[in-house]
């Protein structure tokens, strides 16, 4: 492939898609199935992951070459893990400082701070037309062959533009993500990275702390012997990519230092009302947590997602 | 109702569940479902739930009179809340000492330290007759009108037996159990109240506070509408009953406390490694519970319970 493009088509655009995992790879699918995109390229080191993309018909075609997927892209969506997305944008943008109308950038990554402030270094300043966002959607599985056309229906997607940014840019990359049937709501880049602390990277870092409490104490057997479904629940995400959190928790590390600050704090005041056998207050905190939590659930039930 | 029984039947006994809430309620309907008791009799403070228990044939009877249930058993079952089964041994205990052959007493309880010890002090020594339990089974919903004659298959039930015990009594309230289609398992008391606080009562404890402690963060509202599965999940069991977590954290207080600084000190371990951003000790710490997540999480499918 790599022809290149010399006028930008954003009615039809060439999407590039970096990265054939999960995400990049249900974007893709789900921008072929709709007719977003006049088509739609994928780009990786693993040709394998590629090639199968291809026999799945979530991609039309494929390359290898950094520069000439570049080229070829009206929209480029960085869908790498997290902190490659960092190196991506260092290896990208400076070939595009020069161009006229260079592509419009996204990306999918969990964190927004630690990407805007490697693009302001490169490029000095934010680039206009590159647009951070987040889509809030998941799977336990993940590679290509887990992709799913309809995995952002009815699930948020954050964009995170910043004043300096083409207005056109915006546009594109929020109307690319209303295709797939995503709800896409603007959020600051540092609100968004405190959200995402506290309902998701804290939530994973709690697990991981508590199993791996529980699996090196000495009677770790018995305990995970006698465990049943609301430990099975609370541990899930505990099965998650290891190297995907470990980059998510150093990329987003000043956000969720604070929460974990936060969470330990209340922690501490619950360890005392139980030591002091404080029966009102633990009522109370347990009555308050409930009332949130069950708030929270009906509101995701309302969401279409599936009931709590 | 209220007749006396002067041989104690253990062929065909005699099931009086105090309490009748879900776990009371569906062990009376197990019991009645399978044949094992003659009779299964109900008693509470609430008139209307023990009639409904009669309307959905899950008792035979029932009494509101005290004296009246504790007469009438062969096996006298305590299913109220935590704290209220202490009380119920107070009352319970006294008027039996003097009986030649007084019914087999068990519980259903999540906590079996402070039982043992109320019971020691009311009748000055472990009553070789009171068996103590805690079936591993619940859910999100109570009372009577859930209660369901499945409930304890393939689930565990743990027997919390004591040298002292009568080995009859012992053997009654294990056939009890296994007639219910429940795998029973004996362990000491300390340990059960240990293993429960690191695999239920702790990881409740974390999910209220994490709960409360987003839902009075400033940023509130937003961190709820961003929230998604894996935040739903983890966050599930703080939509429980708060009054039985008030019970239970009050009840284990002394194994919940040290469950609570086994993870703080993790937490703490944790939190020092992402300030660092200490790539690999994040990365072996994640891996390790990743593993030990995915194997408990295969133990349990394979106990026949839903994958994880």
């Given at each position: 492939?790599?022809?290149?493009?010399?006028?930008?088509?954003?009615?039809?655009?060439?999407?590039?898609?970096?990265?054939?995992?999960?995400?990049?790879?249900?974007?893709?699918?789900?921008?072929?199935?709709?007719?977003?995109?006049?088509?739609?390229?994928?780009?990786?080191?693993?040709?394998?992951?590629?090639?199968?993309?291809?026999?799945?018909?979530?991609?039309?075609?494929?390359?290898?070459?950094?520069?000439?997927?570049?080229?070829?892209?009206?929209?480029?969506?960085?869908?790498?893990?997290?902190?490659v997305a960092a190196q991506m944008l260092e290896r990208i943008l400076p070939r595009l400082q020069d161009r006229a109308q260079p592509p419009v950038i996204t990306d999918v990554a969990s964190v927004k701070g630690n990407l805007q402030r490697t693009?302001?270094?490169?490029?000095?300043?934010?680039?206009?037309?590159?647009?951070?966002?987040?889509?809030?959607?998941?799977?336990?599985?993940?590679?290509?062959?887990?992709?799913?056309?309809?995995?952002?229906?009815?699930?948020?997607?954050?964009?995170?533009?910043?004043?300096?940014?083409?207005?056109?840019?915006?546009?594109?990359?929020?109307?690319?993500?209303?295709?797939?049937?995503?709800?896409?709501?603007?959020?600051?880049?540092?609100?968004?990275?405190?959200?995402?602390?506290?309902?998701?990277?804290?939530?994973?870092?709690?697990?991981?702390?508590?199993?791996?409490?529980?699996?090196?104490?000495?009677?770790?057997?018995?305990?995970?012997?006698?465990?049943?479904?609301?430990?099975?629940?609370?541990?899930?995400?505990?099965?998650?990519?290891?190297?995907?959190?470990?980059?998510?928790?150093?990329?987003?590390?000043?956000?969720?230092?604070?929460?974990?600050?936060?969470?330990?704090?209340?922690?501490?005041?619950?360890?005392?009302?139980?030591?002091?056998?404080?029966?009102?207050?633990?009522?109370?905190?347990?009555?308050?947590?409930?009332?949130?939590?069950?708030?929270?659930?009906?509101?995701?039930?309302?969401?279409?997602?599936?009931?709590?």
């Amino acid at each position: 492939m790599a022809e290149s493009v010399s006028e930008r088509d954003t009615s039809s655009p060439t999407v590039v898609v970096l990265g054939l995992g999960l995400i990049g790879g249900s974007l893709a699918a789900a921008l072929r199935g709709n007719g977003f995109c006049r088509r739609c390229i994928g780009w990786g080191h693993r040709e394998a992951s590629l090639q199968r993309g291809v026999e799945l018909g979530i991609i039309d075609s494929y390359t290898l070459d950094l520069e000439a997927a570049v080229d070829a892209a009206d929209i480029l969506v960085i869908a790498t893990p997290t902190l490659v997305a960092a190196q991506m944008l260092e290896r990208i943008l400076p070939r595009l400082q020069d161009r006229a109308q260079p592509p419009v950038i996204t990306d999918v990554a969990s964190v927004k701070g630690n990407l805007q402030r490697t693009a302001e270094a490169v490029w000095g300043g934010m680039p206009p037309r590159l647009v951070l966002g987040h889509p809030i959607a998941g799977s336990e599985r993940s590679g290509v062959d887990a992709a799913d056309a309809g995995l952002f229906l009815n699930h948020r997607v954050i964009l995170t533009p910043v004043p300096g940014n083409d207005a056109s840019a915006v546009e594109l990359v929020r109307a690319m993500w209303a295709s797939t049937g995503a709800e896409v709501i603007d959020m600051g880049v540092a609100e968004h990275d405190r959200v995402l602390a506290a309902t998701s990277h804290l939530p994973h870092v709690l697990a991981y702390a508590l199993v791996d409490a529980l699996a090196q104490s000495a009677a770790s057997a018995d305990i995970f012997r006698f465990a049943a479904g609301g430990f099975r629940d609370f541990t899930r995400i505990a099965s998650s990519d290891p190297v995907m959190w470990r980059d998510i928790a150093i990329a987003n590390r000043p956000a969720l230092l604070q929460a974990i600050d936060l969470f330990s704090d209340h922690l501490l005041e619950l360890r005392a009302a139980i030591d002091q056998q404080q029966s009102d207050a633990l009522l109370e905190t347990f009555s308050r947590a409930k009332g949130a939590r069950d708030a929270f659930a009906a509101q995701l039930a309302a969401r279409g997602q599936r009931p709590a």
